[in-house]
């Protein structure tokens, strides 16, 4: 099972979770349930996504089967498209904690630059930070741009900044200003919503380990010291993407997969999202 990484706030973030983005309600139960019985014990939610409730109603079950809640990190996401405004936050963050019962990582979603707010919604999360109604407190698809203003306007460094890292976008210049920060960068889309695995290094590189392509992947970015919350319905495919622990890539596979950067996205540019 891959390690767990320390972050700034003193707590630890497991490696490897498995994210609920475009899973529909009706299957969140049972995908959850495969998740856990695979041994995940990180599980990225969002507002957005519109699933807590069921995600919620999954982990009061699994308390209920003796599973320790206490053991498990569950994240949730402030989406913010109707308002930046402080009470907004506060209203979006209860609503999530209420589907939960408790957040351990809550997020900013998205920065939406245009807005010049986020260093306001940064703040609210800040406090409720110190409030002790979550544990950590982090970002997603913030830029160096933004990670630098809001640590300096506030004097709070986010635990996470969460974005699109995948061999094509393997994001080198914000993870070295991730790691001045302290900060963890954790990587969504980490297969690039599928198209990276039909590429022929990759499949080169899963043969040789006698691995599929996506664990190739996933023992990539473990090998780059990031997280990754990688998506799947499939309990078997689950269980795959968490079984990396068997093998390594050698500084030949690592530069192989170097090689296949082009800066390509799956998702929205931070700065075109607003």
Do not use: C
Not at 185 to 210: K, N
């Amino acid at each position: 099972m891959p390690h767990s990484l320390e972050l700034n706030d003193g707590s630890a973030l497991p490696a490897l979770g498995f994210g609920l983005y475009k899973v529909p309600p009706a299957e969140t139960a049972d995908v959850v349930a495969a998740g856990l019985a695979a041994g995940y014990r990180l599980i990225d939610g969002a507002e957005l996504y519109g699933n807590e409730r069921e995600l919620g109603e999954a982990l009061r079950r699994a308390d209920a089967s003796g599973l320790d809640r206490a053991t498990l990190t569950v994240t949730s996401k402030f989406w913010g498209e109707a308002s930046q405004e402080p009470a907004a936050v506060r209203a979006a963050f209860d609503a999530s904690e209420r589907a939960l019962g408790r957040i351990d990582v809550y997020m900013i979603h998205w920065p939406r630059p245009a807005r010049d707010r986020y260093v306001d919604v940064w703040r609210t999360l800040v406090e409720l930070q110190a409030e002790g109604r979550v544990r950590t407190i982090g970002v997603s698809n913030f830029t160096e741009e933004h990670l630098r203003r809001i640590s300096g306007e506030t004097g709070a460094t986010p635990a996470i900044n969460q974005v699109e890292s995948h061999p094509w976008l393997p994001q080198r210049e914000l993870r070295r200003a991730h790691e001045e920060l302290g900060i963890v960068t954790q990587a969504w889309s980490p297969l690039g919503r599928s198209r990276v695995l039909d590429d022929p290094a990759i499949a080169r590189i899963a043969a040789a380990h006698g691995v599929t392509p996506a664990q190739a992947i996933i023992r990539w970015h473990l090998q780059t010291g990031g997280a990754l919350v990688p998506k799947s319905t499939h309990p078997h495919r689950l269980q795959e993407n968490l079984d990396v622990d068997g093998f390594s890539l050698d500084d030949a596979d690592m530069a192989a997969i170097a090689a296949l950067e082009t800066g390509e996205r799956t998702g929205t540019h931070p700065d075109d999202r607003n």
